[in-house]
Each structure stands twice: as structure tokens, then as C-alpha cells.
């Protein structure tokens, strides 16, 4: 018996046809772990042991399961009696990369805290502190404002930590809780116009900081798309500019120029400075020009933030 034939007049067969478009990339929220924290969340990190991670905010820091969603254990409470005894938050936390006991924070005071789970619950006592004396003759009223520490991150041996202030950035050994084995400097330049940063309330915005896979370099953000990357080994340091414009898979970062204050450069070098146009990093503003005069002794009174835009 032959098939019947095909009707001439019959609907075309219409195939699809291949478009390119941007790769648009979404991600759907698989749990959510909520109503533990008062303030501003400001750092998340997952222990070393894949079950649990921690949430930090100004005052508090917390330890979740993966698997709950509904409860969470605080194990670092700086949050005073009075808040008028506040003298500094917690910026940034994060877990030792071994070590599933261990874990970082960092303060608004430019102090970094190692705190051991096995010790007590509450780790209200910080098993070491890494800290750098003040310099009496150095000290300013923006001293303890640009010493306050933005981000903290271990390196992958475990070894060093990686701390980012406003000018600096700095390597601690583990071993080594008085001063830092390495200072490299991203915002020198911005030591002599700390009045005009102040005023314009660029002097708090964060930047972040990490550790390249072999732990030779060390990377961070600077303003106008430039971020520095420093060579541990060999001291040297590159200012590259990530810009989406004219970019393309495989494409290099081209490398740019720090200016320094006073100094001549090219018409095409930009220099790492806050612009007026970009919004700045830190969402939440403090206006101070309408604060009555504070003398350069006084101590700075660092507050969690409450009026944000």
C-alpha cells in the first residue's frame, strides 16, 4: 500500500532561526535566611566545612546552617548597654579557608580580630588582634576615619590576611599581630586633600580587596574604573582600568597611570580620583557641614548608619 502523497497546498514547514543576543544571566533565590539582622548586612562567608556560613552587620555577626533557614547562632555581640557608648562597628568577616574554627572581623577602628569557636560560644574575647600602634606625631582627626577597615580577606594558605583601609593596603602574618609584614599604597596621593574628601563624604567609601590563586598578588578597587594590582615577590605594582566599552572576550585591561598630586602627566593619563558624576560606593550618606566645629583631639564616634537614600 503507497503512502498518500503529500498535499502541494498544504502549510509550509517554518524552521527557527538563529538570532545572537546578550547572554543575559539570572539567579533565582533557592532559600532565604531572614529576620536576624538590625543593621546593614555587610559581609557573608561560607565556612570551610560546607554546612555553615556567617552574616556580619555593623554590631553583630551571626553563624547559619545551610539547611535552616529560620534560626541563627550570634557569636560576635559588640552592641553596648547605652549607645551612646559606641565606639566602633564591625565592617567586614570572613572564615579561615582551613580552619572551620576560625574566623576574621574587622572594625571600623582599623583593628582585625581573630576569634576561635572552640573557646566559647559568645566570642566576646578575641583569641588575637591585629593591630598597628598610632603614631603620636602623625595622628590627625582623619586618622582613626582612614584607618577604618573596609574588607578583610585570608589568603588561600591560610597564612596571611589581607587588610584595605581608605590610603592603604595591607598583608599580616598570622604570627604577627603588631604591625603588618607588607604596606602597599593605592590612595597616597590622597593624603593632602583629605579636608575636600571629607566635605564631599568620599573619605568613607569602601573598597574591597583579594588574594590572587598562588597568593602573589594582591588585588583592590580605586575610583574611575581603575583597580592596582600588587607583586608581592617582586614589588612591582600595575593600575589597570576595567571598561566595558570597546571590550570583547580575551581582550586585555589596558594599564594606566597613577597621578600624583602636582605632578605633570600625558593628556590621555586619569588620574584615581572620586568623581563628581559617579555615584559613590557607600549607599548610606553622612552630612556633616551642618555639624558645629570638632576639635583634631577629640575621639571619632562611629555610628551604624540609620538614614540612608
Known amino acids: 500500500m503507497e503512502p498518500p502523497e503529500a498535499d502541494p497546498e498544504g502549510p509550509e514547514l517554518r524552521l527557527p532561526r538563529y538570532a545572537p543576543a546578550e547572554l543575559v544571566v539570572e539567579a533565582a533565590p533557592r532559600r ?55 565606639t566602633e562597628v564591625i565592617t567586614a568577616a570572613e572564615f579561615h579557608p582551613s580552619h572551620c574554627h576560625l574566623f576574621v572581623y574587622s572594625s571600623s577602628k582599623g583593628s582585625v580580630r581573630l576569634c576561635d569557636m572552640r573557646q566559647r560560644a559568645l566570642c566576646d574575647q578575641h583569641a588575637a588582634i591585629y593591630e598597628e600602634a598610632d603614631d603620636p606625631a602623625n595622628r590627625s582627626f582623619f586618622s582613626e ?23 592603604q593596603l595591607k598583608v599580616w602574618d598570622m604570627n604577627m599581630c603588631k604591625k603588618p609584614i607588607e604596606v602597599y599604597p593605592v590612595h597616597e596621593h590622597f593624603r593632602r586633600n583629605l579636608c ?70 600625558p593628556s590621555r593619563t586619569r588620574a584615581a580620583w572620586p568623581s563628581q558624576s559617579q555615584p559613590t560606593v557607600s549607599t548610606c550618606r553622612r552630612r556633616f557641614s551642618t555639624w558645629p566645629a570638632i576639635p583634631a583631639t577629640a575621639a571619632w564616634l562611629w555610628r551604624p548608619p540609620t538614614i540612608c537614600t
Not at 36 to 63: K, P
Open 196 to 265: 575636600a574628601l571629607y566635605e564631599n563624604d568620599c573619605i568613607f567609601d569602601k573598597f574591597e580587596c583579594c588574594w590572587s590563586g598562588d597568593d602573589k598578588l594582591v588585588f583592590t578597587g580605586s575610583y574611575n574604573n581603575l583597580w592596582r594590582v600588587f607583586n608581592r615577590q617582586q614589588g612591582s605594582e600595575l593600575t589597570l582600568e576595567a571598561s566595558r566599552d570597546g571590550m570583547s572576550p580575551g581582550t586585555e585591561l589596558r594599564p594606566r597611570r597613577v597621578v600624583q598630586s602636582g605632578s605633570k602627566a
Open 145 to 167: 576615619i582612614i584607618s577604618s577597615i573596609s574588607d578583610v580577606k585570608f589568603s588561600h594558605s591560610g597564612r596571611y590576611l589581607l587588610s584595605r583601609d581608605y590610603l
Open 32 to 86: 532565604v535566611f531572614a529576620n536576624a539582622h538590625t543593621y546593614h548586612i555587610n559581609a557573608i562567608s561560607v565556612n570551610s566545612d560546607q554546612e555553615t556560613f556567617l552574616s556580619a552587620d555593623d554590631l553583630r555577626v551571626n553563624l547559619w546552617h545551610l539547611q535552616i533557614t529560620d534560626q541563627s547562632y550570634n557569636i560576635v555581640d559588640i552592641k553596648p548597654a547605652n549607645m551612646e557608648d559606641l
